[in-house]
């Protein structure tokens, strides 16, 4: 989402809409799901991503959004092919660590944090 912002502040962009696709836990990648769709054939619509890895998102993306134009920072060999625009090729075996994915160390998110508690207080 950071990176789409910016682009939406840049281009003066005012209407921002999110597709929500999950394949990481935490930093193991694991099977892709869609978490929030988005209607449409994807005309007039720009898509933001910080990296196009194995393309397994792209192409989820691409799929719901075919008309849609698919940018993304940076994009690895083998997501290269789903990425309409990147800025920087990294190598496959490049993790990239962006800052609003890191800490100095890793903290559970608040919704596991709660439930974790709320399992150490039942009877």
């Known amino acids: ?3 789409a912002t ?3 502040r840049e281009l003066d962009i005012r209407v ?3 597709v929500c696709i999950s394949s990481y836990d935490h ?7 869609i978490l929030k769709p988005v209607a449409g054939d994807g005309k007039d619509i720009l898509i933001i991503d910080d990296l196009a890895d ?3 998102t792209a192409r989820i993306v691409r799929e719901m959004l075919p008309r849609a134009h698919f940018a993304c920072i940076y994009a690895k060999p083998a997501g290269r092919s789903e990425a309409h625009t990147f800025v920087t090729e990294v190598s ?5 660590f962006f800052p609003w994915d ?7 998110p608040i919704a596991e944090r709660e439930a974790a508690e709320g399992e150490e207080t039942a009877p």
């Open 102 to 108: 890191t800490d100095l160390r890793f903290v559970p």
């Open 1 to 3: 989402m950071v990176p």
């Open 6 to 8: 910016i682009v939406a």
């Open 54 to 56: 194995t393309g397994a």
């Open 27 to 33: 930093q193991d990648q694991r099977s892709a799901r």
């Open 92 to 96: 496959q075996d490049t993790w990239i």
């Open 16 to 18: 921002v809409d999110t």
